[in-house]
């Protein structure tokens, strides 16, 4: 399944039209391997910075936060919201 899809799937299951996900969030809801982190970090990034790019939901605001699980570290929030319908 495409990232597209699982962000698509993501959304509507959790029933929000906005909502802040980070990487580890998603790929630990759909059980993914820590080897698909760069492909969603990376999607997600497209998503903020590409706006003709083809997807239900665009990344408004990429934030840094600092989180002590499971380790402390910096990581990025994105906060991913519903396209208008046009």
């Given at each position: 399944?495409?990232v597209?899809?699982?962000?698509?799937?993501?959304?509507?299951e959790c029933g929000?039209s906005?909502?802040?996900i980070?990487?580890?969030?998603?790929?630990?809801?759909?059980?993914?391997?820590?080897?698909?982190a760069?492909i969603?970090?990376?999607?997600l990034?497209r998503?903020?910075?590409?706006?003709?790019?083809f997807?239900?939901?665009?990344?408004e605001?990429i934030?840094?936060?600092?989180?002590?699980?499971?380790?402390p570290?910096?990581?990025?929030?994105?906060?991913v919201?519903?396209?208008?319908?046009r």
């Amino acid at each position: 399944m495409k990232v597209s899809e699982l962000l698509e799937k993501y959304m509507e299951e959790c029933g929000q039209s906005e909502q802040w996900i980070t990487v580890y969030d998603f790929r630990t809801y759909f059980d993914l391997e820590n080897l698909t982190a760069p492909i969603i970090s990376g999607f997600l990034r497209r998503l903020h910075h590409n706006t003709r790019f083809f997807c239900r939901y665009r990344v408004e605001k990429i934030e840094k936060v600092k989180v002590s699980v499971p380790q402390p570290r910096m990581i990025k929030r994105y906060l991913v919201r519903k396209r208008s319908a046009r």
